[in-house]
């Protein structure tokens, strides 16, 4: 008996097993050059490696949520479809603050998953982040998401130490030549789509405009209470090019803009709303050399702007700059003196020299002494405005040596640049260079072997490597296990490494020191250097295809070693990030898609994982123990489809809630004066309508909807 007959002899009693899922898979298309991988039985992916392959073949588990499952289910925002992702953890902080990590851990800033829109990073530099609500893409527009559940840094590079999640858009040849789409919903949700597509000659152009209103929470312990609506606007160009020698150029340019509700500071008489301004350009150049050797050039170039202003009233003793001295040296001493309590033991000539400048400074206002510059305000403008923008050229090779062997290798330059006054006293930057190669081999017709590896040269936190080593057996034409061994990374981002971190308040009604500009005593400065986070994962997987029967099934145990991570606070009291963090995600996830008839089809998806080990509270911040969804769809005619679908996690992070959410879709085609269109309702019952949040080991706040039930409904005409 060789292997493969003992592996397939092994595993096959669990094709028995009730395991569920949520793995929707469909066929993609992609260009390029390529071996036959046009198998009868499993579906094609792009994202993981780079290649085009089979599910039986790639090194890491795939979720594809299609354009038809969100329409299907009533799903409105990328951030609500990937509830259906296993292990994905979602939550909605304020009602313009999705908080979405792997497997959970800090839910203060998540950032250890990488997003991809066409294969471009909207990945922000500044502060690690992924705003959500600024994707440059317009829900309509979406084709299909590949959420790539692992780390994928040996295909992307760090930033993707988790997963992956890579928005795929339709091609402008694939979409209706005009579409309007208009969805309103509760919390004053109002979305509106207008799309126009045509071809000129060789050219395919797709212009998209739409809108997103949202009116956030009903009540929110939040400083400032409920304050947390969006109001929106987009606008995405696309033009693919035939050229005529072959080759082919790719353009996309997107914009968004509009404000988003804030609410900041305890000491403020405005709100801090942000006036957003984002946009991104990319061009892809693709090139068929032969049969079989292909280059691609990608540029791109991304910039958000963001004002946010307002005013605030602050202690006229917090702009003294002896207060602003000691704080940095001693601030026990600063909060006994205003305390009138025990000052600390250990105190500095220089600690003493402030306090007498203090002291004597106070004297001068009368009996009240200190007490009285404490309690007399002095009001001005503060600001949070900033820029940050991310300017990159990769070129990108791949190459078929024969059917056993292809490989794609590449290498690429980036520019990363952040500007603010308050949180880094000007402009900072740095300068990103990577390669990267992976190479599929088949030695044998049922084995495949995937070797890949991404290395990066960063000019603030030094080199990374992040390799990926993976075995995938086919026991039959249904069934294939896989083994994977990778590493994933993050490196600080700008803010970690290059803070300095004030405020700045300008026409005080209270001038200091005769001046109308104060600078508050409050301050933080980057003095660390950080190492890049890193997580040693381990993965076993099952993949099951049955097409007869409709049913695909997908199951993996994995073993998540996060080491190195950034931890201590970062707020403007206390920055001390180091990298003596670290956590062990174990456990298993399963996901499955049946089309039982013509009618009928059903998905299933369900996580198990065990926080272990974790150095901080913070890496505890986003757990659930269990989560998963579950879909379930009839076509009750040619015209009318009925689908229901439920989402929960345990939560088991710290201060975490439960989540539940029940959705029930009606939707209905039509055809109006002969042009299709179709609308739909969606009922929404909430389990827990509060969510909480992490805020640090001792604090949190609550964010509520006022009522359990939500009915929103869309109407869509093509033309």
């Known amino acids: 008996m060789n292997l493969k007959q003992y592996l397939s002899r092994l595993l096959t009693p669990l094709c028995t097993v009730p395991l569920v899922l949520c793995g929707m898979v469909g066929s993609v298309q992609a260009d390029g050059v390529d071996v036959d991988v046009s198998d009868t039985a499993y579906p094609l992916v792009i994202t993981p490696t780079r290649l085009r392959q089979s599910l039986s073949d790639v090194p890491a588990s795939v979720t594809v949520i299609t354009a038809e499952t969100l329409r299907r289910h009533g799903i409105t925002r990328i951030e609500e479809a990937l509830r259906m992702v296993p292990g994905m953890a979602v939550s909605q902080a304020r009602g313009n603050d999705y908080r979405i990590n792997f497997h959970g851990t800090a839910a203060v800033a998540p950032r250890r998953l990488n997003v991809l829109v066409d294969g471009v990073s909207a990945y922000l530099p500044a502060f690690s982040q992924v705003e959500w609500n600024l994707l440059p893409v317009a829900l309509e527009d979406i084709d299909r998401i590949e959420v790539i559940r692992g780390p994928d840094s040996s295909a992307y590079g760090p930033n993707s130490m988790t997963a992956v999640i890579n928005i795929l858009t339709k091609h402008p040849k694939d979409v209706e030549r005009a579409l309007v789409a208009v969805t309103s919903g509760p919390h004053d949700t109002l979305n509106t789509t207008v799309r126009l597509a045509t071809t000129v000659g060789s050219t395919s152009l797709r212009a998209t405009a739409s809108t997103q209103r949202n009116a956030g929470y009903e009540s929110s312990t939040f400083v400032g209470g409920a304050h947390d609506s969006s109001n929106l606007h987009r606008l995405n160009l696309r033009a693919l090019h035939d050229l005529a020698d072959g080759s082919s150029l790719d353009v996309q340019a997107a914009y968004v803009g509009g404000k988003q509700e804030d609410s900041t500071d305890i000491f403020q008489v405005s709100y801090p709303d942000h006036q957003i301004n984002a946009g991104q350009l990319s061009a892809r150049w693709t090139k068929s050399l032969t049969s079989t050797h292909e280059v691609k050039v990608d540029v791109s170039h991304a910039t958000t702007r963001a004002k946010q202003r307002w005013s605030t009233c602050w202690p006229q003793a917090a702009f003294w700059p002896e207060v602003g001295e000691l ?393």
């Open 327 to 719: 704080y940095q040296s001693n601030p026990a001493l600063v909060s006994a003196l205003v305390l009138g309590t025990e000052p600390p033991t250990s105190i500095s000539a220089r600690d003493l020299q402030l306090v007498q400048q203090i002291q004597t400074r106070a004297s001068g206002l009368g009996p009240l002494g200190l007490l009285a510059a404490v309690l007399n305000t002095s009001c001005g403008k503060a600001n949070q405005d900033g820029s940050e923008s991310r300017t990159q050229i990769e070129f990108q090779d791949t190459y078929v040596f024969s059917q056993a062997l292809r490989v794609v290798a590449g290498l690429g330059l980036r520019e990363q640049r952040a500007s603010s006054e308050t949180y880094f006293g000007g402009t900072v930057s740095n300068h990103v260079q990577w390669m990267f190669a992976h190479a599929e081999y088949r030695p044998l017709d049922w084995l495949t072997a995937n070797v890949g590896g991404y290395g990066e040269s960063n000019s603030l936190s030094g080199s990374t490597f992040s390799p990926r080593v993976a075995l995938n057996a086919r026991l039959s034409e249904n069934q294939t296990v896989r083994a994977v061994v990778s590493k994933g990374t993050r490196t600080p981002d700008l803010f970690e490494e290059r803070a300095n971190w004030s405020y700045t308040l300008r026409d005080l009604t209270v001038p200091i020191d005769d001046q109308r500009t104060g600078r508050l005593f409050l301050a933080a400065q980057a003095k660390t250097e950080l190492a890049s986070e890193q997580n040693w994962s381990r993965e076993l997987g099952y993949l099951l295809i049955l097409r007869p029967m409709g049913l695909t099934l997908d199951a993996r145990l994995f073993d998540d070693h996060l080491s190195r991570l950034v931890a201590g606070r970062l707020s403007i009291s206390e920055f001390t990030p180091d990298n003596s963090g670290g956590v062990r995600l174990t456990g298993t996830e399963l996901q499955a898609r049946w089309d039982l008839s013509r009618r009928w089809s059903g998905w299933l998806s369900y996580a198990y994982l065990l926080n272990r080990e974790a150095t901080h509270a913070q890496e505890m911040a986003q757990y659930s123990r269990h989560s998963g969804a579950a879909g379930l769809s009839l076509a009750v005619s040619d015209a009318w489809r009925v689908s229901a679908a439920y989402y929960a996690s345990s939560g088991d992070g710290v201060y975490e809630n439960r989540y539940g959410r029940t959705d029930l879709t009606v939707l209905h085609l039509f055809a109006l004066q002969g042009q299709p269109g179709s609308v739909s309702l969606t009922l929404s019952y909430l389990d827990t309508p509060t969510v909480s949040t992490f805020l640090d080991a001792n604090r949190f706040y609550t964010s509520t909807y006022s009522s359990q039930f939500g009915v929103h409904g869309q109407v869509r005409v093509a033309f």
